[in-house]
């Protein structure tokens, strides 16, 4: 089963951006789709964006414009570009497969948008 570790998160400034990272052990991170997904306290990890096997990328509207999904085969390694960054950014993030495995979470990384 995939194993994810999650990183780059912080504390911005509404407007300022970030840049997640995600190393995925997963032998087949090439062939599989993979998404980012984020929790705010008593709700479920939600996708926000997904990048396929064929590197086509999708966003939520909350996202959609602001935030830059890529991946590097080489690495086993996702990325999440995020510009723009407001306070209803604010969550943990994740990064699993798309549709994600249950109970196969990472840490995620916490990102928080306050002045």
């Known amino acids: 089963q995939a194993q994810f570790v999650e990183s780059g998160g912080g504390l911005v400034q509404p407007g300022g951006s970030l840049s997640l990272s995600c190393s995925v052990s997963?032998?087949?991170?090439?062939?599989?789709?993979w998404g980012w997904y984020r929790q705010t306290p008593t709700k479920y990890p939600m996708l926000i964006a997904t990048?396929?096997?064929?590197?086509?990328?999708k966003y939520a509207d909350a996202v959609e414009g602001r935030f830059t999904v890529s991946r590097d085969n080489a690495m086993n390694t996702l990325y999440l570009q995020m510009d723009s960054l407001q306070p209803e950014d604010t969550a943990v993030y994740y990064c699993?497969?798309?549709?994600?495995?249950?109970?196969?979470w990472g840490q995620g990384t916490r990102v928080t948008v306050s002045s």
């Open positions: 699993n497969k798309e549709p994600p495995i249950l109970g196969g």
């Open positions: 997963d032998t087949m991170f090439a062939t599989n789709d």
């Open positions: 990048i396929t096997h064929t590197g086509s990328t």
